[in-house]
């Protein structure tokens, strides 16, 4: 049969989903979604933030369709519909002359996703990032991104790592792409009680495709937001922005030691507020949460356009502090340094280059050997403690 381009089934990339129920196994498993005659754009590289909140099962990104071209939908942790269930991603498959999406589902085990390589524990077959047990899921940090200091039902599995597989970033099965079959217990998998995905998975494929960044046409394959540690998880999206920021020397120690200030008050009140609702938020505190979020999300991008950049010159000590700030930035980025780190960094950064200025004021310009030394072992300090946060502290809760 031939697959018109807006054929529609259950589709978690274009389709019209419900809320969880039990569905018919084989249109979950293989239904079709919609069929083009471009191939989908490889798997961007970006890191998993950390699960936000027991229970929470990772759901890999992937690339969604609509008129416009191929979009990203960000990779997200969401709640599962039942305890004891398991996400198999959807995946597109080329048939020789289209390319059709085959959308995800809810099920006691993982099915056939295409071969194709998500990361995070889902490896091209099966699961290895986490198992149920009495009720509980318990995740493997070999694998996955979680903060051991908040959540406790963990293990770690480092025999599931694949050391010989290369990613090739291929999305796709089928000819010129990855080329799995099904296995034995795959097949038999498709004969168990399946549900849709949730609302909040649906929300975040509707989200993604009204977003211009995240269509490949306008990004080239690196979309604006990759990955969220929950549904419109902006905290995650916001600290993402700032270091970006650093990184590319638009935001100055002190602005983004004050950015990160707030990030970390904010983060605390969220934290207490869930403490008192039973683990959740009120719809007065989400509401509040995300007025917050909106006056950083400002001071973010006024920050990084006005005239205050940092930039430190083709010298040894300017190559030590950007050297430096690109380190912090990638902590913050990956979530190994948390918002109180990255401000403290920020505020011994920023200590560091009030120094400098004032010695070359007071030499012509220059450092004095002494002075050189002094500063370089004041950046070995802060090196070290670099290292500590992003080896030894949990990653921070989003």
Known sequence: MQLSKYFLVFSLAVGALAAPQAANAQSLAIGIGVSIHTAPPALPVYVQPPCPTPGYLWTPGYWGYRDAGYYWVPGVWVSPPYANVLWTPGYWGYDGAAYAWHGGYWGPHVGFYGGVNYGFGYGGVGFVGGMWSGGVFRYNTAVVSVNTAYIHNTYVDRTVINNVYVNNHVSYNGPGGITARPTPEERGYAGEQHYVATPNQYANQRTAGANPGQFANNNHGAP??????????????????????????QLTPGETGRLENRESNLNSTIRDDRTANGGTLTPQERANVNARQNNISGSIYNDRHNAATQHYGDTEVGQRRYDQQQRIAHGVGSGQITDRGAASDEAREQNINRSVRADRAANGGRLTPQQHAGINQRQNNLSRRIYTQKHNEPHAPR
């Open 224 to 249: 604006q937001t990759a990955a969220m540690n929950e549904v419109n998880g902006r905290r995650y999206d916001q600290q993402g922005r700032i270091a970006n920021g650093v990184g590319a020397g």
